[in-house]
């Protein structure tokens, strides 16, 4: 068993969600620096402001990825930052700092990842024709995209147009959880083509400006199981999937929806709206690689009595999440099988073999794993250690699912935990930790390298042999 010799042994993170200065150099607001001041929307009120302060302290932050020997480092350009109003004058100062990133990561040989969109919507995009409900975002964000390849395709091969479509359109326009907090099916439907459409067209503009690089999008991907052998808990992790999982995977990868997902929705909905040319501008972006970011499974039961959306386990107090479905067609329920975090999400790295090999299967492209990890409280010793065995124990099955999956002839480029520092999680605050660096918040945000980051150092040094 083995990696290939130059897989990308990676670790992520998001602009937001990492780097502060929210206001610093001349960046302008983005949806989130407003929501996440409004009362009731995130975890004790936390927000980006300050977050790890990426941004002040990079080179420090890249310097520790190198002692690590990471391979790839996947990290998120704020539009803000670029493009202040979202269009029109561009702050110099934003692309430097992510050109002085790139360059920092490349003097260790680390191959920066860039994520286009990671949330972070412009504000003024919002305020202008509501950001992503209006297909005037595609010439902006197809703008802003061209002025990121232009500027840093010279240096940087792997992109990633878009990260987890599904959760910021389904979280913000379907359960509104996410700005804009809508619970609007027919906006989500077309805010969700139109999120296509750009990522379409991004990538046909990305041949041109940055012909031997590599593209794709990344999904959030949550293979399922049938609760039972019974026939409507079958059907029901059939429409689960045509619903959740290929609605968005295949407009991005196959240029095309579900036929029978879509007949129901437009029927039901009146959405979304295609107009000429939208499935040929689809059909014609060709991606290089299926991103994927992997958590947890679900298990699906039959919801004829009509479960709906019930909430988020949001504070880590395990067994709090209560069953969500859509009426009709199918509800998630608990898998009695498997363990689950303190945030109630299913440990199963079976479930990344599976779903990996599920994808090579219908799409045939090579994937990238661009997030996966386990957010946890972690306990630090009478010494000020670090020692968050459960993260390695969770990373290790995982990479072993890895091996496991290409030996069953998956093309798997590269692997990225997330995150490689611990960083404000959308919802939960800076309680749940992700990262192999610790972030003292009492202490001038002091980082400390936990026992992961040993851990990962060793796989990388030995290509995956020393687990
Ligand atoms: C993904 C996102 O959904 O999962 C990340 O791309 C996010 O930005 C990660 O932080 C973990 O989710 P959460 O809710 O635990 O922070």
Redesign the pocket.
């Known amino acids: 068993m083995s990696f290939p010799k130059n897989f990308l042994w990676g670790s992520a993170t998001?602009a937001y969600?990492v780097e502060g200065a929210w206001n610093q150099d001349g960046k302008g607001p983005s949806i989130w620096d407003l929501y996440s001041k409004l009362p009731g929307t995130t975890f004790e009120g936390t927000n980006g402001d300050i977050a790890a302060d990426h941004y002040n302290r990079y080179k420090e932050d890249v310097k520790t990825m190198a002692e690590m020997g990471l391979k790839t480092y996947r990290f998120s350009i704020a539009w803000t930052r670029i493009f202040p109003e979202g269009s029109g004058k561009i702050n110099e100062k934003g692309i430097e700092f992510y050109s002085n990133l790139i360059d920092e990561l490349l003097k260790y040989n680390i191959e920066p990842m860039i994520t286009l969109y990671?949330?972070d919507l412009p504000q003024a995009l919002q305020d202008k024709y509501a950001g992503w409900e209006s297909r005037e975002i595609i010439d902006d964000f197809v703008e802003y995209a061209r002025v990121c390849f232009k500027n840093f395709g010279d240096r940087v091969k792997y992109w990633i147009v878009m990260?987890?479509p599904n959760?910021f359109i389904g979280l913000g326009y379907g359960i509104a959880l996410h700005p804009p907090g809508l619970k609007d099916r027919k906006k989500e439907l077309n805010a969700g083509h139109i999120t296509a459409l750009a990522n379409a067209k991004a990538i046909k503009l990305f041949r041109e400006i940055v012909p031997n690089g590599m593209i794709g999008s990344?999904i959030?991907y949550g293979p399922a199981y049938a609760a039972s052998e019974s026939e409507e808990d079958k059907l029901a992790l059939e429409k689960y999937y045509n619903y959740n999982v290929w609605w968005w995977f295949d407009p991005y990868f196959k240029g095309e929806y579900p036929a029978d997902m879509l007949k129901y929705n437009q029927e039901k909905y009146g959405a979304p709206e295609i107009l000429d040319g939208d499935m040929e501008l689809l059909k014609s972006a060709k991606s290089d690689f299926i991103g994927i970011?992997y958590?947890c499974t679900q298990m699906i039961a039959d919801n004829k009595e009509g479960v709906g959306y019930n909430g988020m386990n949001t504070t880590g107090e395990k067994n709090s999440q209560k069953e969500n479905g859509v009426p009709g067609l199918f509800k998630n329920v608990r898998n009695t099988n498997l363990e689950y975090t303190d945030?109630d999400w299913a440990i199963d790295p079976d479930g990344l073999r599976y779903g990996m090999v599920q994808l090579k299967e219908r799409y045939n492209l090579p994937i990238i794993i661009s997030?996966n990890?386990l957010?946890a409280v972690d306990p630090i010793d009478e010494e000020g250690n670090i020692q968050d065995i459960p993260r390695i124990d969770y990373l290790r099955e995982h990479i072993i699912a890895c091996e496991k999956a290409i030996e069953e002839g998956v093309d798997l480029l590269g692997y990225c935990t997330?995150?490689y520092i611990d960083?404000l999680?959308?919802?939960?605050g800076y309680k749940?930790q992700?990262g192999f660096i610790y972030v003292d918040r009492k202490n001038n945000l002091e980082r400390k390298k936990k026992a992961s980051y040993f851990w990962y150092k060793d796989v990388i040094a030995s290509n995956g042999e020393k687990l």
């Open positions: 998001a969600q990671h949330w990260n987890e959760v990344s959030a970011n958590y945030w997030e990890g957010g997330w995150s960083l999680s959308w919802l939960n749940k992700y």
